[in-house]
């Protein structure tokens, strides 16, 4: 019997259910529903492949014979035909793996280890806003080192920042278009860094108070204005600005208001909210601000939202300060670390950063709230014109 060849195109309209060799690798499976279907065998690096050719009658004999020839010739020249089909059908259809296809996939894929599922954009903005208008609609196949380099060369000295959050962005992307199976290059976004050269950019600090400033700060703050109250609110508790505008009526209980994790910065994934200690001047504090609130906010804006960032960012730039409102954590901390003893982890606590490693904090299962409790109360002794003397700090276990 011929070694290829074997099948006829009138044994093709009659053959019985099953598999039918036509030889090189190439068979016909009846199957019971009546369809058939053309199978091509070839072996590639001592492993055996399938890959479907086509079904009957869209696909005939001789061309069935044709595409089991081709593929045969791939195999032998130790290339993979079922890998080599699927990059041919990317590139017919490359609008389908674009960088901003590729980008907004990646992004979908993150978005639970973002703070509120990236509903704030900040993951998505370098990108949005630096690199697709230029690259966005450019196969990520196609993607290199010095397009890269071009796009974000205008900002790399400039906005150092914006320009290494779209690098690392990029990477990320890069890596889900690899994980997809596209022939990328992942050392694209390293090479554009070599292309560019270190950053000429000098991180700046946030301007903070000496502590020992902010007492007469806190007390010029005597209007029962909005701005003055939060302002007040933020230096004693010394939480971030987001958490502080956002607060709600229905966290606070007592002398604890209960931030929830996600709205916690560096808690991604989080589910456990942060519990922030409040001092008799801060029960004060957000009593005064009590008849201002609406919609369950503490802080309300006039649009039915929150007072912004920028509200107290500016009265304090009114008053010709150098200092912002996010300062004044740093103007808690080093007064935790200059004038009192209170443990390491119990003073980076207070501000709600995260210490230690994961194995470290599955066992330590406490936030230190009676510690930091009296250590919010002698903070507030000190802002409100207190001595202000070294805490010798007990009971850290």
């Known amino acids: 019997m011929r070694a290829k060849n074997r099948l006829t195109s009138s044994f093709i309209k009659t053959a019985p259910i099953g ?9 016909l499976i009846k199957r019971d529903d009546g369809g058939a279907q053309w199978v091509q065998r070839v072996t590639v690096h001592g492993r055996r492949r399938e890959m479907g050719l086509g079904g009957i009658p869209s696909l005939s004999l001789s061309e069935a014979r044709k595409l089991s020839e081709r593929w045969r010739k791939l195999a032998a020249a130790g290339r993979d035909p079922i890998k080599e089909r699927e990059a041919e059908e990317r590139a017919a259809r490359r609008e389908d793996i674009t960088l901003e296809i590729l980008t907004a996939d990646a992004f979908e894929s993150r978005k639970a280890e973002l703070k509120g599922d990236g509903t704030a954009g900040r993951w998505l903005s370098p990108l949005n806003i630096h690199v697709l208008p230029k690259l966005g609609k450019v ?9 890269i380099r071009d796009t974000l060369a205008p900002i790399w000295h400039t906005k150092a920042d914006t320009a ?12 889900h278009a690899a994980a997809l199976g596209l022939d990328v290059d992942l050392q694209a976004t390293e090479k554009a860094k070599a292309l560019l050269g270190k950053s000429r950019h000098v991180a700046k600090n946030i301007p903070a108070m000496d502590w020992r400033d902010v ?3 806190y007390a010029s703050l005597e209007e029962p204005t909005l701005t003055h109250l939060a302002l007040r609110l933020l230096i004693l508790t010394g939480v971030r600005s987001t958490p502080l505008r956002n607060i709600r009526l229905d966290q606070i209980e007592g002398d604890v208001w209960t931030v929830p994790a996600e709205s916690m910065k560096g808690r991604k994934g989080a589910t456990n909210p942060f519990r922030v200690p409040l001092s008799p001047e801060a029960q004060r504090i957000i009593e005064l601000a009590r008849p201002h609130a609406r919609n369950g906010f503490l802080f309300p804006n006039t649009r039915g939202g929150v007072i912004s960032d920028m509200t107290l960012s500016r009265m304090m730039e009114r008053r010709g300060l150098e200092a912002r409102p996010h300062g004044f954590r740093t103007s808690l901390r080093t007064w935790l670390a200059e004038a009192t003893d209170a443990p390491h982890e119990v003073a980076e606590g207070v501000l709600a950063h995260i210490v230690d490693g994961g194995v470290v904090r599955a066992y330590r299962r406490t936030d230190y709230l009676e510690q930091r409790a009296k250590l919010a109360d002698r903070w507030a002794d000190h802002l409100t014109g207190g001595a202000g003397q070294v805490l010798q700090f007990v009971g850290a276990d």
């Open 139 to 147: 196969p990520v196949t196609d993607l290199d080192q010095r397009d």
């Open 164 to 175: 290494r959050k779209a690098m690392n962005r990029l990477s990320i992307v890069l890596k």
């Open 215 to 217: 007492p007469a700060f």
């Open 19 to 27: 598999k039918h060799c036509d030889g090189g690798g190439l068979w």
